[in-house]
């Protein structure tokens, strides 16, 4: 069943009031609500079933966009941005998954979504 936009929106929050490593917040949260989209990444992702028939398919992806807006002069190595990013977004997927059984939902990590 879908989720109401209130236990969405509840969701969403939960997952943005997460703790960060090194305080970047470096992630950004994708919901793709496409069926063809899904269809597409699904294929992408050793065909896994989960993404095209789940109610809800959010990705949580490291993103340092805003980070290089607020301040281009800081430039990490490439393995501290893939730690903080890798933590930072199973950081916020936990929270978000967390805030979801807290509601009675349940859910499922996917993590062959890489290209």
Same mark, same amino acid.
């Given at each position: 069943?879908?989720?109401?936009?209130?236990?969405?929106?509840?969701?969403?929050?939960?997952? !943005? *009031?997460?703790?960060?490593?090194?305080?970047? *917040? $470096?992630?950004?949260?994708?919901?793709?609500?496409? *069926?063809?989209?899904?269809?597409?990444? =699904?294929?992408?992702?050793? &065909?896994?079933?989960?993404?095209?028939?789940?109610?809800?398919?959010?990705?949580?992806? $490291?993103?340092? !966009?805003?980070?290089?807006?607020?301040?281009? &002069?800081?430039?990490? @190595?490439?393995? @501290?941005?893939?730690?903080?990013?890798?933590?930072?977004?199973?950081? =916020?997927?936990? !929270? $978000?998954?967390?805030?979801?059984?807290? =509601?009675?939902?349940?859910?499922?990590?996917?993590?062959?979504?890489?290209?």
């Amino acid at each position: 069943n879908p989720l109401t936009e209130e236990q969405r929106d509840a969701i969403f929050k939960a997952a !943005n *009031q997460t703790s960060s490593f090194s305080l970047l *917040q $470096a992630v950004s949260i994708i919901r793709i609500t496409d *069926q063809e989209l899904r269809k597409k990444v =699904m294929q992408l992702s050793v &065909n896994q079933p989960y993404i095209e028939e789940a109610a809800e398919f959010w990705i949580f992806c $490291a993103d340092f !966009n805003r980070d290089h807006q607020i301040a281009p &002069n800081v430039d990490l @190595e490439y393995t @501290e941005y893939l730690l903080i990013g890798s933590f930072d977004a199973g950081l =916020m997927a936990q !929270n $978000a998954l967390t805030a979801a059984e807290s =509601m009675g939902l349940g859910g499922v990590y996917i993590g062959a979504v890489r290209s």
